[in-house]
């Protein structure tokens, strides 16, 4: 199974409206990272949380990460249809780092 | 984008044939990953490569294979092509931030 599970798999919402991701990881981690994947792109790096953070502000953009329920949320405030993408947690593990495992992923669709 | 190539970006090819994918990166950063990203499973780590001729694998390695030969060029190589490797493959670097910068990918069939 996925070190990085998102919940829900999808989620529908009106422009304006805010949208909120959850991520749940197994094993102890350095960092965790959201990223956004629009329709036959690559992957876009939004936010990164170290393991001693509980949370971080990008624009629009809100991280937590609760280390003791290993679970980390994105709340994408004042939603446009132009975040309509699918979004990504990924967790970094041990020190070292060199791994990065990533979850199936939230769809967004925001409608206009 | 950051300076991130993949070639080629469409490959259909048949059962038992070699299949080599290419990552070009213009930044000269010492991690380099592959990926494949199908429906249900997101993204899950072949190989990765933390330096020149330095590699190891991720969670599904069994029938493909890395060289790293250039700090530039990282490779990935389907010795043998099966119908269960049809998928799209993404080339990843990390900076020293942690950030990893994504291609564009390389959508490849397997018949």
């Known amino acids: 199974s996925q070190q990085g599970e998102e919940d829900p798999q999808a989620l529908s919402i009106q422009e304006g409206e805010n949208a909120t991701m959850n991520c749940s990881y197994k094993?102890?981690?350095?960092?965790l990272q959201w990223y956004r994947q629009n329709s036959g792109r690559g992957l876009v790096h939004l936010i990164l949380?170290?393991?001693?953070?509980r949370e971080k502000h990008s624009g629009r953009l809100r991280v937590t990460l609760d280390t003791s329920k290993k679970s980390s949320s994105l709340l994408i405030t004042a939603s446009r249809a132009a975040d309509t993408a699918s979004y990504f947690c990924?967790?970094?593990?041990?020190?070292?780092?060199?791994?990065?495992?990533f979850g199936a992923g939230t769809r967004l669709f925001v409608k206009a | 984008d950051a300076g991130i190539t993949q070639s080629p970006r469409h490959k259909v090819t048949e059962t038992g044939t070699p299949v080599t994918l290419r990552c070009h990166q213009t930044?000269?950063?010492?991690?380099m990953y592959w990926y494949r990203q199908d429906p249900g499973h997101g993204l899950r780590l072949i190989h990765y490569?933390?330096?020149?001729?330095?590699?190891d694998k991720g969670e599904v390695s069994d029938g493909y294979s890395v060289s790293r030969s250039k700090t530039e060029d990282f490779l990935l190589t389907l010795e043998s092509a099966t119908s269960s490797q049809t998928s799209v493959y993404f080339c990843?670097?990390?900076?020293?931030?942690?950030?990893?910068?994504f291609g564009p990918g390389t959508r490849l069939l397997v018949l």
């Open positions: 990843a670097i990390k900076d020293n931030q942690e950030t990893q910068y």
């Open positions: 490569s933390y330096g020149v001729k330095d590699t």
């Open positions: 990924a967790t970094v593990l041990g020190t070292g780092g060199f791994k990065t495992i």
């Open positions: 930044e000269n950063h010492r991690y």
């Open positions: 949380i170290r393991s001693n953070e």
């Open positions: 094993t102890s981690i350095n960092n």
